[in-house]
């Protein structure tokens, strides 16, 4: 008789290394491509600051090492500094997901902070080409200075090129960001999911990456809880109501993974791939992306 040793169960700690919260549904761009569909009319939801707190907490007993915050436009959110500053009590790293699109000067001190680091969409070294894809005017001279700056002042900046329009300038805009000094660089297709998902379709899981819920969760402006944004209609509890272990050891969390479909033809990420730190790529750049996040 053989004896086929069993694999150890995995934990609810084994199943949490990041943790997105998307703490707002606002934004001023309204970018044509948005996953989240946000923009100037969206909303901070029902989760309070108290609640994020609740939820960062739970996310660093489960083995959690990274917050991301995203949106909308993390910064609108009226307690944004006090969530950074929280995390970061916590020992968490934290990443602002911003469109850089304004930035008061006494925010960059706290983007500065040992452990913060920021994220940003670009889209094109042509301003006309970029605001076509943001739907707001003067975006790109903005969020082009605010890149600049970071890099200035030494904080740890990755973009992420989404293609978008036909024959945009992809490749023009990475040469640009290099020049601004921006080192981590990564490229996606536009995923058909939110704003992109033509009128009446529902998402379709294939638009995924294959690593949603695989070391990550998300948590939407709602409470609810999901295997990453992008796979925001997937819904595994509310994490205003439970608890964020008993959702990961939850039969809906469960069920939700088992939707997500494997990578294409099998592939399997690079193991030293961390694609919510590494500019939601793989190397080598303009692969198909292991983690489209969150452009």
């Known amino acids: 008789m053989t004896i086929v040793a069993e694999e150890p169960a995995s934990t609810t700690q084994d199943k949490l290394r990041v943790v997105a919260l998307e703490i707002t549904g606002a934004c001023q ?11 100037p009319d969206g909303t901070h939801g029902a989760m309070t600051a108290v609640d994020w707190r609740r939820v960062m907490g739970d996310a660093a007993k489960l083995g959690a090492r990274e917050v991301q915050f995203i949106g909308g436009e993390p910064t609108v959110h009226p307690a944004w500094v006090e969530l950074v500053e929280y995390a970061l009590s916590l020992g968490l790293v934290v990443e602002v997901y911003s469109n850089l699109f304004h930035i008061k000067a006494a925010w960059w001190d706290v983007l500065s902070r040992p452990g913060v680091r920021l994220a940003t969409s670009y889209y094109s070294d042509s301003a006309e080409e970029h605001e076509t894809i943001t739907t707001r005017q003067g975006s790109y001279a ?82 609810d809880v999901a295997p990453c944004v992008m796979s925001r209609w997937m819904t595994t509890g509310n994490a205003r109501t439970q608890p964020l272990a008993k959702i990961l050891d939850g039969d809906r969390w469960e069920r939700a993974l088992h939707e997500v479909p494997a990578r294409a033809g099998a592939d399997p990420c690079d193991p030293q791939c961390n694609p919510a730190s590494d500019g939601s790529d793989c190397a080598p750049a303009e692969q198909t992306a292991c983690d489209p996040a969150y452009e």
Not at 29 to 39: D, E, H, R
Not at 170 to 187: D, Y
């Open 142 to 223: 903005r969020t082009r200075a605010n890149i600049a700056e970071a890099v200035q002042r030494g904080i740890p900046v990755r973009a992420g090129i989404v293609r978008v329009l036909p024959g945009q300038r992809v490749q023009e805009a990475r040469v640009e960001l290099e020049a601004l000094g921006v080192t981590s660089i990564r490229t996606d297709r536009t995923r058909h999911i939110g704003r992109a998902v033509p009128a009446a379709a529902a998402p379709k899981p294939e638009e995924l990456c294959g690593r949603c819920g695989q070391g990550q969760a998300a948590v939407l402006p709602s409470g």
């Open 29 to 39: 761009l309204q970018c044509t491509q948005c996953f989240a569909q946000s923009g």
